[in-house]
């Protein structure tokens, strides 16, 4: 039986905050005692804290794609920094045009906005397990983010592609992108290697990073990503 906690901002990170304690509150949902505890509940359920993972790759790398089977077999909540933005356009608001120049630009929108968009969606989610997906994109984001969340990410997967296959598979991408053409991919190439990197590296010099080889299919990619979740005993929604 389970029941639903409205408050839990005690609960939130406070086993791993450095800054901010109190930054943050959650939905999440914790289990009656009457209930015999199941051997495979994790750590991360009982003591009911967000199980982030940042997501990292160059444009076209396959973040998106393997997020889904993420979510498919893990019951994390997929949230891409690029769709919310993407969404934020849509709805006309007040940021929407200064948002559209800077992703046809291939730049980085500022960061606090992006992350005041990411933490909306957190709030609003009964989940604990997170897939930060295009994000931090600089070590800007990065650093705005722990300082606003007072956390660090639990774990940080980064999908390393070289540059003509990502450029091949954006230009075949085929969703209507403004920066899916290959003037902006150029642009979003640099500014990967100027920005993006040095956040990558910060994660591998923490011991967080798990690069996989973005390179085959999807299901041969998966093939290293799974064994990422499962060491964590989540339980698996689907096998
Ligand atoms: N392993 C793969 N091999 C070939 N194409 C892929 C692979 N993974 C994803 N794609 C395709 O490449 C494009 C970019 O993938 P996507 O998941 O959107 O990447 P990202 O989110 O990193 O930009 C999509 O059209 C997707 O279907
Ligand atoms: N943290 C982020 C993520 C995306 N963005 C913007 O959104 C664009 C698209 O991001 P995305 O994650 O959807 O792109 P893909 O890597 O999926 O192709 C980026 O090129 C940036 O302009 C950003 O400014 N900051
Ligand atoms: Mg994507």
Known sequence: MWRRVTSVSHLTFAHKSTVNKNAC???CWESFTTEIPRKEKTTYQRAKTPFIT???????SGKGTQ???IVENFGFTHLSAGELLRREIASNSADGIMILNTIKEGKIVPSELTIKLIQKEMELSDNYKFLIDGFPRSEDNRKAFEQIFGAEPDVVLFFDCPEDEMVKRVLNRNQGRVDDNIDTIKKRLKVFTALNL???NHYLEKGKLYK???VGTVDEIYKQVHPVFSSFHFEQVRV
């Open 198 to 200: 040095p956040v990558v």
């Open 25 to 27: 509150t959650f939905k």
């Open 212 to 214: 996989i080889n973005g």
């Open 54 to 60: 940042f997501v990292l790759g160059g444009p076209g």
């Open 67 to 69: 997020c889904m089977k």
